[in-house]
């Protein structure tokens, strides 16, 4: 008898999850995740790789919407939930690893191929779709896949095709007002880092850590803008490939602004503007940062320029774990300024998570990452 005890252990993890997710979201995902998982046992039993390894990402793909009850890029958010739990059940191998969370990441992009295991989530994700109703119309970018499916399963799927390839979600001009008027708006409520506080449980829901509520005290500043982006449109996963950390942090957000070219770096010649993110640098007091080490350490948003300086709508002002808005002095420990793009798209799709090369050619994706 074949025994698969690392996707007995996937499954505890997932029950568990799904136990505390609210009653209306359970049924639905007990039936897709289980489903998805079946079909990519089936798969791998068709096609020669091991049932066991790829009915687990099948279990767990979706596990940041079912968490958070966000879609945006929940393929990559997903992958970045699961990193540290799959790597705690001290069950796998690096490589299985590598292998799981490949599959997590790339089963929304269903316009290219990668991995075997990572085409086998991908299938799977689209026929159980279908065999749940199979009188739902599915996109015409899909079909060549359920086509393929079908042939390969011997199997009469005749899909109704609506549509084209869905864009990624377009944000209008006026973006950094938008964001400058909710930055304002949430931070004069004087928001407190605990988790009675209503605004503050929803700035954090995001980040799918059990005790984040604790773990994020005294330094939720990275946060509080992540949640003002999300608001207006601007989405990014919970981490961005290639980054040192989640964008929880500071640093993260350094880093993926540089690279980005959406950073600038603080100099007389520049003048931030109401809608610019500030980035500052060692104006926490050594005392009150967890790491004396990183420099880049508070941010907020600008929402007011005068010739002095300007007003920041900023979470945790000087790590106290209160919101606020407060005057900062020009060029007085501050690294640089993100001013948002509304042309900029999210482009994680381009990356590989195995390998970390990133694809050259142009591609739209066909359903949100």
Same mark, same amino acid.
């Given at each position: ?11 505890s ?31 791998a ?14 279990v ?57 295991y ?19 119309k ?27 390839a ?9 973006l ?27 700035i954090?829901?995001? $980040?799918?850590?059990?005790?984040? #509520?604790?773990? *994020?005290?005294?330094?939720?500043? +990275? /946060? =509080? ?6 608001q ?10 290639n ?9 993260? $957000?350094?880093?993926?602004?540089? #690279?980005?070219? *959406?950073?600038?770096?603080?100099? +007389? /010649? =520049? ?5 610019d993110?500030?980035?500052?640098r ?59 793009d ?28």
């Open positions: 008898m074949v025994t698969m005890q690392k996707l007995d252990i996937a499954k993890y997932v029950d568990k999850v799904l136990s505390e997710a609210p009653e209306s979201v359970r049924k639905d995902a007990y039936i897709h995740l289980y489903g998805v998982s079946l079909l990519c046992a089936l798969l039993h068709k096609r020669g790789v091991d049932p066991e390894i790829a009915s687990i990402p099948g767990l793909h979706d596990m940041y919407t079912v968490k958070s009850g966000i879609s945006i890029h929940h393929a990559h958010s997903s992958a970045e939930m699961v990193r540290p739990v799959i790597r705690d059940f001290g069950v796998f191998s690096s490589h299985e690893q590598s292998t799981i969370l490949s599959a997590i990441f790339h089963h929304s992009d269903k316009g290219h191929s990668h991995g075997t990572d085409e086998i989530l991908k299938d799977a994700d689209v026929l159980q779709a279908y065999l749940q109703d199979a009188s739902s599915i996109l015409r970018s899909r079909k060549c896949r359920l086509d393929r499916i079908s042939k390969e399963l011997g199997l009469n799927i005749q899909p109704t095709v609506y549509g084209q869905i864009q990624q979600h377009q944000i209008s001009d006026d950094t007002n938008r964001l400058a008027e909710i930055a304002e708006e949430l931070a004069v409520r004087k928001i407190v880092g605990h988790p009675e506080d209503n605004d503050y449980i929803e954090i829901r995001y $980040w799918p850590d059990d005790d984040i #509520a604790k773990v *994020l005290k005294n330094g939720w500043c +990275a /946060t =509080f803008v992540y949640h003002c982006c999300m207006i449109g601007f989405s990014l996963p919970i981490r961005v490939p980054s040192p950390c989640r964008l929880a942090g500071v640093n993260a $957000w350094y880093q993926w602004s540089k #690279a980005a070219n *959406l950073f600038t770096k603080d100099s +007389a /010649t =520049f003048l931030p503007a109401r809608g993110i500030v980035i500052y060692n104006i926490v007091p050594p005392e009150k940062k967890d790491d004396v080490n990183t420099p880049t350490d508070h941010m907020g948003i600008v929402v007011f320029v005068d010739q002095n300086g300007f007003q920041a709508a900023e979470g945790n002002i000087g790590n106290e774990n209160m919101s606020g808005v407060i005057h900062r002095k020009h060029h007085v420990n501050i690294e640089g300024f993100i001013r948002i509304g042309k900029y798209e999210y482009d994680g799709w381009k990356y590989d998570y195995k390998s970390g090369e990133i694809r050259t050619e142009p591609f739209t994706p066909t359903v949100p990452v």
